[in-house]
Nanobody, 126 residues
Framework: QLQAYGGGLVQAGGSLRLSCAAS????????MGWFRQAPGKERDFLAA????????KYADSVKGRFTISRDIGKRMVLLQMNSLEPEDTAVYYC?????????????????????RGQGTEVTVSS
């Protein structure tokens, strides 16, 4: 299971750090990703990280502002969000995808993530 937390209300230009705690399936060999869904919109990919933590991928909308990282020992994935904008307001989710032995692998394809946790809400005020 996955559980995201750390959301809240922040002013535009501010920062938040989201955390995702993992349990159960082999977290250490899964690709981990962050997604978000704004009201009335589809769920969007934000960032992904491979199982070693050495390879990352970002959506253009958050590149340079958001940073994904993972702490294998603590079984956690983090999303540091800086320079937040009102357009970042959404429910944020973490998810896991099987790497199938590909230690270098990351993915921005939502359908590959077969384990999805409950979200945490982020609201950015202008």
């Amino acid at each position: 299971q996955l559980q995201a937390y750390g959301g809240g209300l922040v002013q535009a230009g501010g920062s938040l750090r989201l955390s995702c705690a993992a349990s159960g399936r082999a977290f250490s060999t899964s690709v981990m990703g962050w997604f978000r869904q704004a009201p009335g919109k589809e769920r969007d990919f934000l960032a992904a990280i491979n199982w070693t933590g050495g390879s990352t991928k970002y959506a253009d909308s958050v590149k340079g502002r958001f940073t994904i990282s993972r702490d294998i020992g603590k079984r956690m994935v983090l999303l540091q969000m800086n320079s937040l904008e009102p357009e970042d307001t959404a429910v944020y989710y973490c998810a896991a995808a099987p790497a199938s032995g590909r230690y270098w692998y990351t993915s921005d394809q939502i359908h590959e993530y077969d384990v999805r946790g409950q979200g945490t809400e982020v609201t950015v005020s202008s």
